[in-house]
């Protein structure tokens, strides 16, 4: 099944290392790190592009 974890570096809920780790445990699932301390990426904040971006192509692919 395709997969697709998007994680903020500096995620104020959950460590940035648990975003790697749940990606680790899903075969061949994608792990996108992404710029910003919100759990929630809003659309003001710079790794709102990237989410939209990489979701987008995520899509197209899938």
Not at 15 to 43: C, K, Q, T, Y
Not at 45 to 57: M, N, S, Y
């Given at each position: 099944?395709?997969?697709?974890?998007?994680?903020c570096r500096?995620d104020?809920?959950?460590?940035?290392s648990?975003g790697?780790?749940?990606?680790a445990?899903?075969?061949?699932?994608?792990f996108?790190p992404?710029?910003?301390?919100?759990?929630l990426?809003?659309d003001h904040?710079?790794?709102?592009p990237?989410?939209?971006e990489e979701?987008?192509?995520?899509l197209?692919?899938?």
């Amino acid at each position: 099944m395709p997969t697709l974890v998007l994680h903020c570096r500096d995620d104020g809920i959950v460590p940035f290392s648990e975003g790697r780790r749940m990606a680790a445990m899903i075969p061949n699932a994608r792990f996108v790190p992404l710029e910003g301390r919100n759990h929630l990426i809003l659309d003001h904040e710079p790794a709102w592009p990237r989410f939209l971006e990489e979701v987008g192509r995520f899509l197209r692919e899938a």
